[in-house]
């Protein structure tokens, strides 16, 4: 069995490398497309379509946006002035 690693893009900064899996025979047995952190290097996710993958990382950073979006406005509303 073979399994072959290759970088196939960069969005954001967040790595995406297709992974595949080879039968003896050298038939493809299986293909994913994971997404690494672009500080940390942690994988993140897999996706089945490279699409899927750059739509994980598009959502993964608006989920950051709108998380410091809602935080900055809790802490807003947190401070009083007297």
Known sequence: MLNTRREEKQVFG????RLEQ?????????????VSCPRSGVVLGRQQSLRAAKR?????ELRGLTLKKKHERQMIGAVRVA
């Open 22 to 34: 080879y039968d003896d025979s050298g038939m493809l047995k299986a293909r994913c497309y994971q």
């Open 14 to 17: 967040y790595a995406i490398t």
């Open 56 to 60: 994980f990382v598009v959502m993964h």
